[in-house]
């Protein structure tokens, strides 16, 4: 059976939905602060890394497949320390 697009973002946002709560559980109470940039950089990090990979170290071809400027992709491989 082919996934659908929609699927695919229905499948990543329950990932994501579950992994919320599992941090938040984890947390045993205690305040989160900034929940949102947490999130927000540790996708975009492990996304850039992943796709870099898959494409052997491409940078440009990763920031066509992210549809980000090559410039903003570079930036942000230079500011998680990823690896290219």
């Given at each position: 059976?082919k996934?659908?697009?929609k699927n695919?973002n229905?499948?990543?946002s329950?990932?994501?939905k579950?992994?919320t709560?599992?941090?938040?559980d984890k947390?045993?109470g205690?305040?989160?602060?900034?929940l949102h940039?947490?999130?927000i950089?540790?996708?975009?990090?492990s996304l850039?890394?992943?796709v870099?990979?898959h494409l052997?170290?491409?940078?440009?071809?990763?920031?066509d497949?992210?549809?980000?400027?090559?410039?903003t992709l570079?930036?942000?491989?230079?500011?998680?320390g990823?690896?290219?």
């Open positions: 059976m996934k659908t697009l695919v229905t499948s990543i329950k990932i994501i579950n992994e709560i599992a941090y938040i947390m045993n205690q305040g989160v602060n900034n940039n947490l999130f950089s540790e996708v975009e990090k850039i890394s992943t870099l990979k052997n170290g491409n940078v440009t071809k990763t920031a497949y992210l549809g980000i400027n090559r410039g570079i930036k942000r491989i230079k500011e998680y990823i690896s290219a």
